[in-house]
C-alpha cells in the first residue's frame, strides 16, 4: 500500500504515518516525490486497512499496491527516476552511452578505445576487468589490474567506467574502483549479490537475466532497492530463444512493458543480444526508437585480436556511425514513453 502525503505535508504529520504502520507491524519507507512525499508499507501480509490512515494529518490518499514488487512499480513512484553518474544522468530524456570492450586487456587496449569512443561521444566507459566466462579456460580478466587501468583511463579521458561484479568477494574491491557497478546477466538472480548490491554506495546497472520474465527481473531490482540503493538501471541484453541468426533475441517491447511498469532507467545492451557486428547498430538504432534511457555498447579497435566477444566489438568508426545515428533517432523521439 502506498499512502500520498498532501503538499508541503511537515516532517512531523510524516514520521506521525510512519509511526502509526510501525506501530501496527508493518515497515514504512518515505519515498520522496517531486513535489510530495509518498510513504510505502512493506512487509504487509494481506491488504492493509486503509481508513486507520486515511484520517492522520497530511494524507491525501491511500492506494492499494497490487503488484508483487514495490519500490521498483510505477505505482510506488510515478516519475521517472534520474540516476546520476559524475554528470551523466540515465533517464531524464538523455541518450547516454556506454562504451568499451568487452574484457580489459592492458592499458593500451583500454586507453586507445576509450579515447575513440570518448572522441564520437560516448558518456561512460565500459570494459570487464572480472569476466564471467563459459569456459573455466578462457580469459577470467585482469582482475585488481583491470580495475587500476579503468582508473587510470577514467583520469586521462574524464569518462566514468562501468565494470561488472561478479561475487561477494571481490564487491569491496568494484565498488572501490568503479562509478557504476553492473550484475550480468548470470548473476541476475545471485540474490546474496544483490543484498550486497542493495548496500552500495554506488549506482548499479542490472542486466536482464537471459531466460527471466519481467516480473523476475524486476524483483531482481526489488531486492537492491530494498536494501537501500535506490541507484538502479535496468539493462535488456537479449534473451535465450530458439534462433541461430543472433547469439540472443533483443526483447525491445520489455524496454516499453518496463517503462510502465517501473520508474527506474531502462538501457539497452544490442552488443550481447546480436553478437555479431552486423547487427549492432540496427539493433541500437531501433532501441532508441522504443524509448532506451542509453545504450552500452562493445567497441574495440582491433576487434580480431579481442580476448572476448569480438565478433560482435564495432570497429571504432563504425561506433561513429551508430552515434551519428542514434543521435538523430533520438532528436525525433526523445526517450519516449508509449
Ligand atoms: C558484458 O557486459 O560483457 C557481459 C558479460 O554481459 P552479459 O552479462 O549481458 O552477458
Ligand atoms: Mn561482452
Known amino acids: 500500500m502506498l499512502i500520498v502525503m498532501k503538499k508541503g505535508a511537515t516532517e512531523e504529520s510524516i514520521q506521525n504515518v510512519v509511526e502509526a504502520a510501525e506501530k501496527r507491524g508493518y515497515t514504512a519507507r518515505p519515498i520522496p516525490g517531486g513535489d510530495r512525499v509518498s510513504i510505502g508499507i512493506l512487509y504487509n501480509k494481506g491488504s492493509v486497512d486503509a481508513g486507520r490512515f486515511m484520517g ?3 494524507v491525501k490518499e491511500v492506494i492499494p499496491v497490487t503488484k508483487p ?5 510505477r505505482e510506488f513512484k510515478n ?3 534520474v540516476i546520476k553518474v559524475g554528470n551523466v544522468c540515465f533517464g531524464n530524456g538523455s541518450m547516454p552511452i556506454i562504451a ?3 574484457a580489459v586487456e592492458s592499458q593500451e587496449q583500454a586507453i586507445t578505445i576509450a579515447k575513440a569512443v570518448k572522441k564520437a561521444g560516448a558518456a561512460m ?6 569476466k564471467p566466462r563459459t569456459s ?3 580469459f577470467q580478466g585482469l582482475g585488481k589490474k583491470g ?12 569518462l566514468p567506467f562501468a565494470t561488472e561484479v561478479m561475487d561477494i568477494e571481490s564487491f569491496d574491491l568494484v565498488e572501490e574502483y568503479s562509478d557504476v557497478i553492473q550484475i550480468g546477466t548470470r548473476n541476475m538472480q545471485n540474490f546474496s549479490l544483490l543484498k550486497r548490491a542493495g548496500r552500495a554506495k554506488k549506482p548499479i546497472i542490472l542486466k536482464r537475466g537471459m531466460s527471466a520474465m519481467l516480473q523476475e527481473w524486476l524483483m531482481a531490482a526489488e531486492y537492491i532497492m530494498e536494501e537501500g540503493n535506490s541507484q538502479v538501471i535496468l539493462c535488456e541484453r537479449g534473451i535465450r530463444t530458439f534462433v541461430r541468426h543472433s547469439r540472443n533475441t533483443l526483447d525491445l517491447s520489455a524496454v516499453t512493458e518496463v517503462k510502465k511498469e517501473s520508474h527506474l532507467p531502462v538501457i539497452v545492451d544490442p552488443s550481447h543480444a546480436a553478437g555479431v557486428r552486423d547487427q549492432v547498430i ?5 532501441s532508441v526508437a522504443v524509448g532506451s534511457d542509453g545504450l552500452m555498447v562493445e567497441v574495440h579497435h582491433k576487434p580480431e585480436e579481442a580476448m572476448s566477444d569480438g565478433a560482435q566489438s564495432l570497429y571504432p568508426e563504425q561506433f561513429e556511425k551508430l552515434m551519428q545515428m542514434v543521435n538523430k533517432i533520438h532528436s525525433i523521439t526523445g526517450c519516449a514513453s508509449f
Not at 514488487?69 to 512499480?73: E, N, T
Not at 580495475?147 to 574524464?158: D, K, M, Y
Not at 540496427?282 to 531501433?286: F, G, T
Request: aromatic content about 10%.
Open 69 to 73: 514488487y514495490k519500490l521498483v512499480s
Open 136 to 138: 573455466p579456460y578462457d
Open 56 to 58: 492522520l494529518e497530511g
Open 282 to 286: 540496427p539493433l541500437a538504432c531501433a
Open 147 to 158: 580495475l587500476e587501468i579503468l582508473a587510470n583511463v577514467r583520469e586521462e579521458t574524464g
Open 125 to 130: 566507459f565500459r570494459g570487464g576487468a572480472f
Open 100 to 102: 568499451g570492450p568487452c
Open 79 to 81: 516519475e521517472n527516476s
